[in-house]
C-alpha cells in the first residue's frame, strides 16, 4: 500500500509540477508581454522625446528666424525713419535756400527798380535841363539869325539866286521848307 500513496503521490507530484510549470509559463508570457509592452512604451517615449526635441529644435529655429526677421524689420524701419528725416531736411534746406534766394531777389529787383526811378528822374531832371540848353540855344540862334537878317537888310544885301546843276524846282516838294532850311544855312555860313 505504500507504493500506492507514493505512486499517487508522485502522480499529483506530477501533475503539480506541471501545473506550476504551466502557471510559472504563463506568469513567464505574461512577464514577457508586459517586458514587452514596457519595451514598447519606453520605445514610443523614446520616439516622443527625440520628436520632442526635433520639434523644440524647430521651434527654436523658428524663433531664431522671427528674431532675424524682426531685428532686419526693425532696421529698415529705421534705416526708412532716417531716410525720411534727411528728405525733411534736405527739404526744409532747399525751402529756406530758395525762400533766400527769392528776398534776395525781391531786394535786387526793388533795389533796381529804385535806382531806375531815380535814374528817370535824375534824366528827367536832365533832359529838362538839356531841353532848357537847346531852347536857349534855339532862341540865341533865332536872335543871331534876326540880327544877320537885320544887318543884311541894312547894308541891302541883294537876293542870291543859286543855281545847282541837276536840280530843279519841279524836284523840290515843299518849297517854302526848302527856302527856309536854305537862307539858315547860308546865314551859319556868313557868321
Known amino acids: 500500500g505504500a507504493s500506492a500513496p507514493d505512486s499517487l503521490d508522485n502522480t499529483s507530484k506530477t501533475k503539480m509540477t506541471e501545473e506550476l510549470l504551466a502557471t510559472l509559463q504563463k506568469e513567464r508570457q505574461a512577464a514577457e508581454e508586459e517586458r514587452k509592452k514596457a519595451a514598447d512604451r519606453l520605445r514610443r517615449a523614446e520616439l516622443g522625446l527625440s520628436s520632442a526635441y526635433e520639434v523644440s529644435e524647430e521651434v527654436a529655429a523658428a524663433n531664431d528666424f522671427v528674431a532675424r526677421w524682426r531685428e ?19 527739404q526744409a534746406q532747399m525751402e529756406s535756400g530758395m525762400r533766400d534766394k527769392a528776398l534776395k531777389d525781391r531786394s535786387a529787383a526793388e533795389m533796381q527798380a529804385l535806382a531806375s526811378f ?51 524846282m519841279k524836284h523840290i516838294p515843299d518849297k517854302d521848307k526848302f527856302k527856309a532850311l536854305l537862307e539858315e544855312r547860308m546865314r551859319a555860313a556868313l557868321s
Open 72 to 90: 532686419q524689420i526693425n532696421e529698415a524701419a529705421a534705416n526708412a525713419r532716417d531716410a525720411e528725416e534727411r528728405r525733411w531736411k534736405v
Open 118 to 168: 531815380e535814374a528817370r528822374r535824375q534824366g528827367g531832371k536832365e533832359n529838362e535841363a538839356e531841353e532848357a540848353k537847346r531852347k536857349k540855344a534855339e532862341a540865341v540862334e533865332r536872335e543871331r539869325a534876326e540880327a544877320a537878317l537885320q544887318e543884311a537888310a541894312m547894308q541891302e544885301l541883294v537876293p542870291v539866286k543859286l543855281k545847282l546843276s541837276g536840280m530843279k
